[in-house]
């Protein structure tokens, strides 16, 4: 079986024949399901989506829609056999088909590939010339179609680019230019497309118009939008009036400091191998500046770095510090009356490499002190990039105690205003993912799954493939609570998400937020439903084994062994998962009744009671800290 929506929508048998769907309804029923990528749809919702003002007999009328599409779609299911495509799930359906059996899903998943390893071009330009027309083509312009119907073209739109410029980098793509040439005809306004035509007409030898081309696109953007072409086009001009076609490098060519710490901070935002090598090159960027001797060319090479950062564990520490290190010793030779924006980038660059799950306690007020007065410079200039970035640093440093989303979320908020008013698309899905996890921490899963679909738009539009690595956790932390309600999911779907998440972390280049996060996933859901903590040796606790080793010494039977390590374990460092640990903490002391534990996690936990224990990552939940502190407060007397 095979269903297609990227046109009109169809199924095909093994054989290639196409199997009758029924009507338009039922096509529409059908498109919904796969829209929603396995996950259950309510009836509820598919009746409210298939109607603007639903009949008396519309839940009827859908049972008979499925019903049919049961018969069509399995024609060979014995009698009183369990659907295995359409199938019963809780108050809904949901569609189960591997993911390479739709095309929508062959499509997501080869752009989502091609994002991570270049090499995978071959898939995606497969994937695209299965595209036979607007996606779900013969559906009515309903919301959720037209919803779904505009964020994959913009997808087919950025494959198309995505494409194109793979091909450029590797040297080729002197023959796209009809392509690229007929793209902007079409989409005008999209700023990237122009620079790929520009190089293609340069890599064929056109150098003139290429040229041309970029000043129509200066044109466009002034005239139609009031919009002033971005640093990317203006750098492409230079690029091709001065030097070799773009993406070439001859022989014993070195890049330069700058355009080294620019590729680096493009390489940060596609993750995977390119975000290690990102790393890597932007040490080498700043070694590189600090020995011309160029104080302010330092500064300027440390602080370009602005990427967005969104946990508070370093990826890699030991880099980290140097980034700091070399940060702080140009500080102190620029002095306190050197160039204020330079002062405020180091600043902000010191309070976002701080990481505050690996720091001492001289470092972390190092660090926020350093959030503090980059903040206040930032806003003395009346710069926004440099104040967002300077925001970002004063979200990672505001992790001092537990209780503190609502305050981070009034941070997000104005990463977010910043970022939409002034044209700064990482910063706005920073924002997002920010208020994200704000709205996680405090429960308010509407609300935050309303900014991961609002980050999930971003990310298509910057090429950050890592946003959907994020959201991926979220909604299985969704479905982790949800599994808690009356006739939610059964908990074996939220681990399988957990599963499918932590596939996608393994490979997205942040073990600081990879290490022990899918154990903690589990014994939070395990929590919930009042299990005991998984024992499999081959889970990796990362850095949460001092407060999950009493959890799984206790589903061993191993209770005084439990005791001794709860005994040992260290206060938790003050970072996104504080409140998981102190729950962690108190629960355990609370079954062992080791009441001065339990006291001790119940005055850490009393200002967070209101929000979600692990919650504020947006990853995870062991459900709300109340029931810990409770428990905690009545043990502690």
Partial sequence: MRIDVLGAVRALGDDGSPVGLGGPRHREVLARLVAAEGRLVTTDTLVGDLWAEPPARAVGALRTFVAALRRALEPDRPPRTPPRVIVTEGPGYALRLPREDVDVHRFEDALARTRHSPGAVAELSAALAAWRGPAYADLPDSPWAHRERNRLEELRLAALELRARIHLDAG???????????????????????????????????????????????????????????????????????????????????????????????????GGDALIHSRRDRLTAIHAAERTGDLRLTARIIGAYDVPAIWSRADDPEQSRAVVTAADRTLARLGPDGPADLRARLLATIAVESRTADLAEAELSRARRAARQAEALARELGDPALLAFALNGVFLQSFTRPGLAAARDGIGAEILDLATRHGLPDFAVLGRLVRLQSASALGDLDTASAHATAAEQLAVTTEAPLVAVLTAWFRARVTATRSTEPGGPAPAEAAAQYRAAEEALRSAGMPGLHRGLFPLALLGLRLLHDRPAPTDRRLDWGPYLPWARPHVLLAQGRHEEARTALAAAPEPPPDHLQEAMWCLTAHTAVRLGERETAALAAAALRDAQAEDAGAAGGTLTLGPVARYLADAETLAG
């Fill in 172 to 270: 080729e793509g002197a023959d796209l230019v009809a392509e690229l040439g007929a793209h902007v005809t079409e989409h005008p306004w999209r700023e990237p497309a122009w620079g790929l035509l520009a190089r293609a007409l340069h890599r064929a030898g056109r150098q003139a118009d290429a040229l041309s081309t970029l000043r129509r696109a200066r044109t466009m953007l002034v005239d139609q939008l009031g919009l002033d072409p971005g640093p990317d086009l203006r750098r492409l001009e230079t690029e091709i009036l001065t030097g070799p076609a773009p993406g070439w490098t001859g022989p014993g060519t070195r890049l330069g400091p700058r355009t080294t710490v620019h590729l680096a901070r493009t390489l940060a935002l596609a």
